[in-house]
């Protein structure tokens, strides 16, 4: 179950990177339906992203799964 994580977690990561590329992509060309797409992409992302922290995790990776969860929403709300 393990290898399968770590790999699920490779994809999923290179797979965002490709997806952030043609969302930003699609932005500058002004494509209509980018705003949309991003919105749906998100979504599943954030929902596969789930699946694959609840899967992988062990109990004693939790609290530092959670300190980065909350370091990442707290940056990401931040304003500079």
């Given at each position: 179950?393990?290898?399968?994580?770590?790999?699920?977690f490779t994809i999923f990561v290179i797979l965002a990177?490709?997806?952030?590329?043609?969302?930003?992509?699609?932005?500058?060309?002004?494509?209509?339906?980018?705003?949309?797409?991003?919105?749906?992409?998100?979504?599943?992302?954030?929902?596969?992203?789930?699946?694959?922290?609840?899967?992988?995790?062990?109990?004693?990776?939790?609290?530092?799964?959670?300190?980065?969860?909350?370091?990442?929403?707290?940056?990401?709300?931040?304003?500079?």
């Open positions: 179950m393990e290898k399968i994580a770590r790999w699920a990177f490709f997806i952030g590329t043609a969302i930003a992509y699609m932005k500058e060309t002004g494509a209509e339906n980018a705003s949309s797409t991003e919105a749906y992409v998100t979504l599943i992302l954030l929902i596969l992203g789930a699946v694959v922290g609840l899967v992988s995790i062990t109990s004693k990776e939790v609290m530092p799964f959670l300190i980065a969860a909350i370091a990442l929403v707290v940056t990401g709300n931040a304003t500079i």
